[in-house]
């Protein structure tokens, strides 16, 4: 009976602290899955610790019966959504997983994730339930976050869905024949694709090991990537406000027209004009500023940069 081929993708950023045990464990798992071949594309994501090391003495070991392992090293870091998309291109599977070497991405989900794909489900979505060290900002933030995704998007999002996901071959090659942009959102991407899709919950465990690289900012930046690649509302809302302000200022005109031509007299102007010139310049800044954030992306766009740069690749 011939093997099936499952392509596990894992990016990974200074995560030299805990990489053996995320290897000791996936290996583990998956060792036990003898009716599948799996193919393990480690991305180092520019790590400027001893990671690549690491990379290289999993790829060197004695291969498992039903494990090959592949390293990439990138020329610098080029972010975590283009680490997977290096590993997506590279995979050779009949379906991806890809799946944060952290360990808040339980390698024992894996095999769940297989049974559901072979089920017919061309994507399978993890659904993170809870997250053991999430603090309550983080967690207040990625609420507000789909709130906002889902009220300024056409495609409702599943809230607190994860970049732990597995996708089929089919997913594989659209992605990599259509969705190149350089503003990236690949949770997103795959879910706005339609196909068979299932999502299984699964609880994160606290990071064993170092820290998370994702800042607050970098999580805004990933939050305005999303909401600018699914969403053109923001545009709609430089043109709400105009009208808006439009009504305002030919209401202020009217009834400064009816006091003078009742009491003959205008009202007093100062508190007047200053009112108005500063909500008429908070208004043209709020329409810039939007307006500056999508002529930024369709520049990123037009300029056509590679989205990761490969420095070695180990087979």
Not at 47 to 73: L, Y
Request: proline share 3%.
């Amino acid at each position: 009976m011939k093997q099936q081929k499952i392509s596990i993708v894992i990016s990974l950023y200074n995560e030299m602290d805990g990489i053996h045990h995320f290897w000791t464990s996936l290996k583990e798992v998956i060792s036990e899955e003898k009716q599948v071949c799996f193919e393990l594309i480690w991305v180092n994501d520019g790590s400027i610790d001893r990671t690549q090391e690491a990379i290289d003495e999993i790829c060197e070991e004695p291969s498992v019966d039903n494990i090959k392992n592949i390293g990439i090293e990138f020329s610098k870091n080029f972010g975590h959504e283009s680490a997977m998309i290096a590993g997506i291109d590279t995979a050779s599977g009949e379906a991806v997983i890809c799946i944060d070497s952290d360990g808040q991405h339980p390698p024992e989900e894996v095999p769940k994730m297989i049974k559901i794909f072979n089920e017919g489900n061309d994507i399978v979505l993890m659904k993170r339930l809870i997250r053991e060290d999430s603090s309550y900002l983080k967690k207040q933030f990625s609420r507000f976050f789909y709130r906002v995704i889902n009220l300024l998007s056409t495609i409702k999002f599943e809230e607190n869905s994860t970049d732990f996901f597995l996708i089929s071959k089919r997913i594989k090659r659209i992605l990599k024949s259509n969705f190149r942009d350089q503003n990236r959102f690949i949770r997103g991407f795959i879910q706005s694709l339609g196909f068979s899709k299932k999502t299984l919950l699964f609880s994160a465990p606290a990071r064993q090991y170092g820290e998370s690289s994702y800042s607050y900012l970098g999580l805004l930046k990933l939050a305005f990537n999303a909401i600018f690649s699914f969403s053109n509302k923001p545009l709609r809302v430089s043109i709400v406000l105009s009208v808006i302000f439009t009504l305002f200022t030919l209401g202020m005109i009217g009834y400064t027209l009816y006091v003078y031509m009742v009491g003959n007299e205008a009202p007093s102007g100062y508190n007047t004009i200053m009112i108005f010139m500063s909500a008429s310049f908070s208004i043209l800044f709020i329409t810039l500023s939007i307006l500056s954030l999508y002529f930024e992306k369709i520049i990123q766009e037009i300029r056509k940069r590679p989205i990761y740069i490969i420095k070695q690749k180990n087979e």
